[in-house]
């Protein structure tokens, strides 16, 4: 049995149907509405390091098996990392000189115009709309995957739902757990349902089940200010995009020695970016708009209001980064489990039931592989 209808419970579900179990997957919603159609869509699996990439890897290849299960989008687009200084890319070449040949792969800055552009039709007016100015390199990282976050978890839980021995019960809050002879059983508003074995896949929302289990493993919510930008004439992007400020938060670069001087240079010449704790990236979606971000900050309980001069900050920068003005339609407040213990919690609560939630910002990057390590026992 599977609390919680987002990626990583949904995950889950694939796992253990495609070896045989059968799932009943309850879901609080009508529909997913939480982290995993908030984000960017983008599988940062180069990014990781130690377990956190061990769990990467494993998930890439699960999300492109079940890509061709479920019928939803996965690109193996890669990602682009920009560098419009020194510091930024001697960060490059170091994890470039780490990892095996071909993963990450330098680029100069016609190179780097050559990636972004490789979507696009020969005549669609690319150079035209995106300029990319000031840039020094960059690197393009080969195994990043790109999904739909908008559409991805509804094709999935589709696809689950027309699977044998599947059974979906949406608007269904879990209020508690108790135990029996024949296993752990789920209070819901619906009623009791019982199985063999429970995976709590809630995300952010341990602490409405298992206060004392959040406040150990010290759970916040990271709220992040997102935004979407209709598509610039002509402009269409296979990878994702990251910049400095991505350097700075995925440990595969902090590991890095160069780390430290790009942390006093951004530190130094971008104040306002490190103030709202940035993340410069964007990713494009099938229907060409681009996904932009973020920011980040952390709380017990989100507020729901929004600083204008946040997204002013992110998007100005994005701008820069492209060379075109953007056309912003849409926004939104993203949000995710962080943690400052460690970035993954898996914890059986009691016999039979087991919390599992991503407390980090990688949710939809370990899913797969994370549920793979979960179910993997039971059969």
């Known amino acids: 049995m599977i609390v919680g209808a987002g990626i990583v419970g949904l995950a889950h579900a694939a796992h253990a149907v495609a070896n045989g179990l059968s799932v009943t997957i309850l879901e609080r919603d009508h529909h997913a509405v939480g982290a995993s159609v908030r984000n960017f869509g983008h599988c940062c699996v180069t ?99 790109r999904v739909d976050p908008r559409t991805t978890v509804a094709k999935l839980a589709d696809w689950l739902a027309h699977q044998p021995g599947v059974k979906i019960h949406w608007n269904t809050a879990a209020l508690g757990f108790g135990g029996t002879p024949g296993g752990p059983t789920v209070h819901t508003s619906r009623g009791d349902f019982q199985g063999k074995q429970v995976f709590v896949c809630v995300g952010h929302d341990v602490d409405y089940l298992f206060p004392s289990l959040a406040a150990e493993h010290r759970i916040e919510r990271c709220a992040l200010q997102m935004s979407r930008a209709a598509q610039p004439p002509g402009l269409t992007i296979g990878p994702a995009v990251l910049t400095a400020t991505s350097m700075l938060r ?52 989100a507020a729901p209001f929004m600083d204008e001069t946040v997204t002013t900050i992110l998007n100005k920068d994005i701008e820069s980064a492209i060379g075109t003005p953007l056309d912003v339609i849409e926004r939104w407040q993203g949000i995710y489990a962080s943690s400052s213990v460690a970035p993954i919690l898996v914890r059986e609560t009691q016999p039979g ?9 990688v949710g939809m990057t370990l899913s797969f592989g994370l549920a793979d390590r979960n179910i993997s026992p039971l059969y």
């Open 47 to 145: 990014a990781q390091s130690g377990e956190l990439y061990e769990l990467a890897q494993t998930s890439r290849k699960y999300w492109l098996e079940f890509a061709a299960l479920a019928g939803f989008w996965a690109a193996e687009s890669g990602a682009v990392v920009l560098a419009r200084t020194q510091a930024e890319m001697a960060v490059l070449q170091e994890l470039s000189a780490a990892r095996e040949e071909g993963q990450v792969e330098l680029l100069s800055p016609d190179g780097v115009r050559s990636r972004l552009s490789s979507g696009a039709a020969p005549d669609d007016g690319d150079a035209a709309s995106a300029s990319w100015p000031g840039l020094m390199g960059g690197a393009f990282l080969r195994d990043d995957l």
């Open 250 to 301: 995925y440990p595969a670069f902090t590991d890095m020695p160069a780390a430290a001087a790009l942390r006093e240079e951004v530190e130094r010449d971008r104040p306002d970016l490190m103030r709202i704790g940035a993340n410069v990236m964007f990713t494009q979606r099938p229907d060409g708009t681009l996904i932009l971000g973020d920011s980040h900050h952390y709380h017990r309980t």
């Open 353 to 361: 039931v087991t919390v599992v939630s991503v407390t980090s910002g």
